[in-house]
């Protein structure tokens, strides 16, 4: 059985990974005294695949993380992760015990060089000795706030990807989902960045049509909201080809065919199936709307990484452009 910490274990992906994982692993959830309060009164409620359930996971504060030891930490925390990283990881060092492995579930494509960034600084030359895991999660989790109760939704069986960065094998990456009912698809470590850009790729799909106030079925079915779409995928894949990268397929994701579809097929072909695309997406995601929240690591990574390269990035940044006034507007 391996000891794990779930940093974040109050907010959407530390709650199900704090569920999911207590299947054949001992979990601690650690997160501010006001979220672990609200666990610890039964008002964080999970609704999986339909069904409700009150969460209950055994809870600390940061300040009493030293007191425990443990095999890995999945850090549940938002972007970016350099400071959060800094924070725990000199903890543990100071503490004397052993350093866990860190699992990093978060979108984006900047997510590791943040986190070896921030050991670096901690640990030097023997931060090669940390292990560290990559993970791509393909399931969504919603959230909702009614009255004192926070309701956080998602659908099982839940999937994701995951390779290794360093100084840990597959095998022992498999060893903390064996007895779990999470479905993993292992990735080598040689792959690993080809993972996080194809991840991102799913990212994109849909955000043009989220600001637009659309689902994606909706926003497909406009035509040039579609245009839209195909628009910022292709400037995506350009700079994924500039940077020597390749999209490569999950189960039940075959990003690598998706994109030599988008990328191959002339606008007015593809124009004659959008709607029928729009729906298979749309069914694949069950339903769940795009959150334009990370639009920096979504399409504002896609602007950057185009500066980088010297690739013109027009419809990204006209997509970042409207969330950033829509959440503007909202604030």
């Known amino acids: ?54 969460f209950e996971v055994e809870t600390i504060n940061d300040q009493k993380l030293v007191n425990h030891s443990f ?15 800094k924070y725990y990881y000199r903890m543990f060092k100071e ?37 560290i895991a990559r993970i791509s999660l393909f399931n969504s989790v919603s959230r909702e706030a009614i009255g004192e109760k926070v309701y956080l939704k998602y659908s099982l069986p839940i999937r994701l990807a995951i390779g290794p ?4 094998s597959t095998q022992e990456l498999k060893e903390f989902f064996n007895d779990t009912k999470i479905e993993v698809f292992e990735i080598p470590r040689y792959k690993v960045r080809d993972m996080e850009f194809s991840k991102l790729f799913l990212n ?28 910022v995928i292709r400037e995506y894949e350009k700079i994924v080809k ?3 990268g390749k999209f490569i397929d999950f189960p039940h994701y075959p990003v690598g065919l998706m994109s030599a579809i988008f990328n191959n097929v002339p606008v007015p072909v593809l124009s004659l199936f959008r709607k029928w695309i729009g729906r298979k997406i749309e069914k694949g995601r069950r339903g769940k709307k795009k959150d334009i929240d990370e639009i920096e690591y979504y399409n504002g990574m896609v602007v950057n990484m185009g500066k980088e390269s010297g690739i013109s990035t027009p419809f990204n940044e006209e997509v970042v452009k409207i969330a950033k006034e829509k959440m503007l507007k909202n604030n």
């Open 165 to 168: 960065v360093s100084d840990i």
């Open 1 to 54: 059985m391996k000891r794990i910490a779930i940093i974040g274990a109050g907010g959407r992906i530390g709650s199900m990974f704090s569920q999911e994982l207590k299947i054949g692993n001992s979990v601690l959830g650690v997160d501010r005294n006001q979220e672990i309060e609200r666990i610890r009164n039964g008002n964080v409620v999970l609704v999986i695949s339909g069904k409700e359930t009150v």
């Open 204 to 231: 994109l799909i849909g955000m043009a049509s989220a600001c637009h106030d659309l689902s994606v079925e909706d926003g497909f079915s406009n035509k040039e909201v579609f245009k839209e779409e195909l628009g």
């Open 242 to 244: 500039n940077k020597g």
């Open 71 to 85: 095999d890995a930490v999945f850090l549940c925390a938002k972007n970016p992760v350099t400071d959060v990283v």
């Open 95 to 131: 503490s004397g015990k052993n350093i866990p492995a860190l699992f990093l579930p978060q979108n984006g494509v900047t997510v590791i060089e943040e986190a070896m960034e921030a050991l670096k600084d901690i640990f030097g030359e023997d931060t090669k000795k940390v292990k």
